[in-house]
């Protein structure tokens, strides 16, 4: 694991999604190992609690915040300009922003599916060629890109065609850039969480409920009955997978979709 020695107290990390669950817990395993972390987030209440909470857990953490909606293609280019003018340009990127959402394939609107596919795959490029336009550092050796997939993207989800294909997509979009930039620039990975316990993971039990017409406690034994550990996992085991692939040992993995899911993934 990467401590704060390792990293350049100039490194800039920006995290998309970053105001609660993984994204948070991401922006604080980057913040402890000594990086300066720009939190991107669509709610500005949500974005200024998650920075009053990071800075109470440490005054020393260097952490700074933007309001995106990482949809809107004109609103990442002029983020991402203004975090590079007020920060330096990052070296470390994280596409984390996204969410649920599906339904019976037949029933479901063009608006929903339109969103999910907008929010989960079309921002992570978005945001990706803005940043890899505007950040040498980035685009060197030493530079890592990480997108939070999942295992839905894997083995799919029923239910969930539009995350499933949207996180499909998103797997694909890292393999594809990692072999693009192997020879002379960043590592870039997916990281595949399966189920963890997150407010988005709340939404998707009473999805469920509805569904299926069961209790939301039956649908969470349901879904720990799937899981080799029995359990889902948690934000912070997620953020470590992050934090190994942001520091220098794990300078020779790239291309790749990594899981943590509790076995629930087999590939």
Known sequence: ???????????????????????????????????????????????????????????AFEVAGYTCDVRDREAVQAMVKEVVRDHGAPRVLVNNAGRGGGGPTAELSDDLWLDVIDTNLHSVFWVTRAVVNASEPLRRPGGRIINIASTGGKQGVPFGAPYSASKAGVIGFTKALAKEYA??????????????????????????????HVSEEQVLADFEAKIPLGRYSTPEEVAAMVRYLVGPAAGSVTAQALNVCGGLGSH
């Open 1 to 59: 694991m990467p401590t704060s020695a390792e990293h350049s107290p100039r490194d800039v990390a920006l995290v998309t999604g970053g105001t609660s669950g993984i994204g948070f817990a991401i922006a604080r395993a980057l913040l402890a190992d000594g990086l300066t972390v720009v939190v991107v987030g669509r709610d500005p209440g949500r974005l200024h609690f998650a920075l009053s909470s990071l800075r109470a857990e440490d005054d």
């Open 183 to 212: 020879a002379t620039g960043p590592t870039v990975n997916a990281v595949c969480p399966g189920y963890v316990e997150t407010p988005m993971a709340q939404d998707i039990r009473k999805s469920y409920a509805r569904l299926t």
